[in-house]
């Protein structure tokens, strides 16, 4: 039995995989720990792992980051990632990790994973591998570590036909000067756990763990010729088939009319311009059937529907996916990885966080069509879903990545990894004594 600690940052889509994990870790018979908010403690337990509550100062609400932060809403790409690098991930870091190294204190661990936004689980690197456990970095967005073959992360950029490692350069060194206090205060936390700057960049210090586990496939991401010897692909991980009840209305899913699936994820969704409501104007008077998801907001805090639209707080994506031809987001990559499993194509519209990345990748594996902004007009709504609807371009290359998805180890690859690691280990980490003497 393995003694395993999990961290997560305390949002949505950074918990939900790592839930995935816990579950299947405990069912194997393994000792899991797992670190994140105060909002996520009763979704840990139930998946058996102990919840250990993290600093308050690195806690979050459910909030939307543009309600929590009102001046990031008028930011976008770069200066957007700076502001999200400095107040939502390096601020929290610090706090992250000494609830990290108290909770290895209390408890040696035989590895720690942690999903690419907690920081802290960075942090913990600088202390010499053989006085603390190995770290498994999880991506559960694009891949964001860097490359002279991608643009910097958050541009939204693909690779460029011509000229592409020239081009990146040119950005990178621009990203380098808005990133710049960003990165000035990820050092100072680094100096005061460390006494030293931190040795990499935020982005890149899954390159500096003992693996990264992507959990995605790689024809959904660019091609990196320098790509590090620790990055395995696993794809998606999913917990326990959703449990919302079938609506009243699901028999009017009977095959006489293509379905639109359109979502705004869970946390996303108080804004209904993003994806949902062009989505409802723009196929008004198609002979389509709109469903639409409140991520668990009231039903009735949606603007009237169509004749064609039907709406639920949340649905059961194992049975609706199947019948859905279209898949609208705005964006979140754990929707967009679960559409590609079923092998539906995608209309993703524009956003923040990793947002543009995913919508940039939607694009380039051709499974679907980009919309760049976050509030995308009907009409523009309507000739994208359309197209996504009619050219079967966009299903046959979902239904590629759907494949891969399925030839993906998932949750084996992972425990590989950290079976490889746990057996490859000198010795039992119990040096927690001497790591606390060198913060």
């Not at 020239?166 to 460390?194: E, G, M, T, W, Y």
């Not at 804004?271 to 723009?282: S, V």
């Amino acid at each position: 039995m393995a003694s395993i600690l999990i961290v997560a940052f305390p949002a949505h889509g950074h918990v939900a995989p790592l839930l995935a994990a816990a579950e299947n870790f405990v069912r194997r018979g393994d000792d899991v720990r797992f670190i994140t908010g105060a909002l996520f403690a009763d979704k840990v337990a139930a998946t058996g792992a102990t919840y250990v509550p993290v600093h308050p100062d690195a806690d979050f609400d459910d909030r939307p980051l543009d309600e929590r932060f009102p001046e990031r809403a008028a930011l976008k790409g770069t200066k957007a990632v700076a502001f999200d690098i400095e107040q939502v991930f390096s601020r929290p870091a610090k706090p992250q990790y000494e609830t990290i190294m108290a909770a290895l204190a209390a408890q040696p661990a035989d590895v720690v994973l942690a999903d690419v936004g907690s920081l802290g689980a960075g942090f913990l690197l600088g202390h010499p591998r053989p006085l603390r456990p190995p770290v498994v970095m999880c991506g559960i967005i694009p891949l964001p570590i860097e490359s002279c073959d991608t643009a910097p992360y958050g541009m939204g950029l693909q690779p460029a036909r011509i000229m592409n490692r020239a081009r990146n350069a040119l950005l990178a060194k621009a990203s380098r000067r808005i990133l710049r206090p960003a990165f000035q205060v990820v050092d100072n936390l680094h100096c005061q756990a460390h006494g030293t700057r931190m040795p990499f960049s935020f982005m890149d210090w899954g390159r500096h763990a003992e693996a990264i586990a992507q959990f995605g496939v790689q024809s959904f991401e660019y091609p990196m010729s320098d790509a590090p010897e620790n990055l395995h692909f696993i794809g998606p991980l999913c917990a326990s088939g959703s449990q919302a009840p079938l609506p009243e209305w699901w028999p009017d899913l009977d095959g006489t009319r293509p379905v639109i699936h359109v979502t705004q994820g869970t946390v996303a969704n108080t804004d209904y311009g993003q994806a949902i409501e062009p989505t409802l104007h723009a196929l008004a008077d198609e002979d389509v059937l709109v469903v639409a998801s409140t991520g668990g907001r009231p039903v009735d805090t949606l603007p009237s529907l169509p004749a064609n639209s039907r709406a639920a707080s949340f649905l059961p994506y194992d049975e609706l996916l199947p019948r859905t031809s279209v898949f609208v987001t705005n964006g979140g990559y754990g929707g967009v990885q679960y559409a590609l499993r079923h092998g539906v194509p995608i209309v993703a519209t524009g956003g923040k966080e990793d947002k543009p990345e995913v919508g940039a990748r939607v694009a380039w594996a051709g499974v679907g069509r980009r919309i760049r902004t976050e509030h995308p007009t009907p009409e523009a709504m309507r000739r994208a879903v359309l197209d996504v609807l009619t050219d079967p371009c966009y299903r046959r290359a979902s239904g590629r990545v759907a494949a891969d998805m399925a030839a993906a180890p998932g949750f084996a690859g992972l425990a590989g990894i950290v079976d490889r690691l746990i057996g490859s280990s000198a010795a039992p980490q119990s040096h927690t004594g001497e790591v606390d003497a060198q913060k």
